[in-house]
């Protein structure tokens, strides 16, 4: 499994596995992209001792469905019922290793009761499961769960690191500097150019936006809230190209640094209010499109 970047994370889950002492939960937090799930699936396939296995029934995975309700795509919670049903699954005798891992990814998205659910779960650990959260945003995860786990903070990869993974050439400067030190989208990027393309023309986009007048932005912000994902994605490459205007004094836009640094700090907000609330994304974008 090829995993750019977070060596001392993996050194330090790797002598836990040594040790034969590893703990009870994991909880694996940071951006989105950065490779968090990739590694815990690792970390599961080392624990359990199948790391050639395509198919390990002695690791679960729980992650939240999505739906499409009035022309907006969302991802679902993880409620209770489901961390009921991988308890049952991790109280199941081992196939191949000693132990079953479970990976609830998005771990954010579980519901109050799911999370209360699960503490049950670690207030009785068996030596025979372990669990790994994989989440975004940690402040959504009960104190009571994260005080019964180990937690490691996923920070972003330097360009050279991510570069150098791909020392073929099949990496172009560009989709780095796009995936803002996260390797998942520099692969996506190296593997859909198109995908890369799109990005680059934002900057026309987003000079135009400052141009628009109010009936245009509100159109924009009724098309980018229908796949509130994508309009996540949208956000931070318009914060990637405000950096860039920040450096150049202003000339990469054409937009004074003031202004630049107040729709910064909007889309932060507007970032926040989409991940963390059930704050309506249209009305979200179209506030953030009035800073413009």
């Not at 159109?219 to 990637?240: I, Y």
């Not at 107040?262 to 991940?275: D, N, V």
């Amino acid at each position: 499994m090829h995993i750019i970047g977070h060596s001392k994370i993996i050194n330090f889950l790797d002598r836990y596995i040594r040790r034969n002492s590893t703990s009870a939960a994991y909880l694996f937090f940071g951006v989105e992209h950065l490779g968090k799930f990739t590694l815990a699936l690792d970390f599961a396939k080392k624990i359990t001792g199948q790391q050639e296995r395509h198919i390990n029934p002695d690791i679960i995975i729980i992650r939240p469905e999505s739906e499409e309700k009035k022309g907006v795509i969302k991802k679902k919670d993880i409620k209770i019922g489901q961390v009921r049903e991988m308890q049952k699954e991790l109280s199941l005798t081992p196939y191949f290793g000693k132990c079953k891992v479970a990976i609830i990814d998005d771990a954010e998205r579980l519901t109050v009761a799911a999370q209360n659910a699960l503490l049950k779960i670690l207030e009785e650990p068996d030596s025979r499961s372990i669990l790994i959260l994989v989440c975004h945003n940690q402040e959504k995860i009960l104190p009571t769960i994260k005080s019964r786990s180990v937690i490691k903070n996923f920070n972003a990869v330097s360009p050279e690191e991510i570069a150098l993974s791909y020392s073929d050439g099949e990496m172009s400067q560009a989709a780095i500097f796009w995936s803002l030190g996260r390797p998942g989208l520099a692969i996506e990027f190296a593997a859909h150019p198109e995908k890369l393309q799109a990005l680059e023309k934002n900057r026309a986009e987003l000079v135009q936006i400052f141009q628009d007048n109010l009936v245009d932005k509100f159109f924009l912000a009724e098309g980018l809230a229908k796949n509130v994902s994508e309009l996540k994605d949208k956000l931070q490459s318009w914060v990637v190209l405000l950096r860039q205007n920040m450096m150049s004094q202003g000339n990469f836009l054409g937009v004074p640094l003031e202004k630049t640094l107040a729709i910064m700090e909007g889309i932060t907000e507007s970032l926040k209010l989409i991940q963390e609330t059930n704050s309506n994304p249209r009305v979200v974008v179209e506030n953030l499109l009035l800073k413009f």
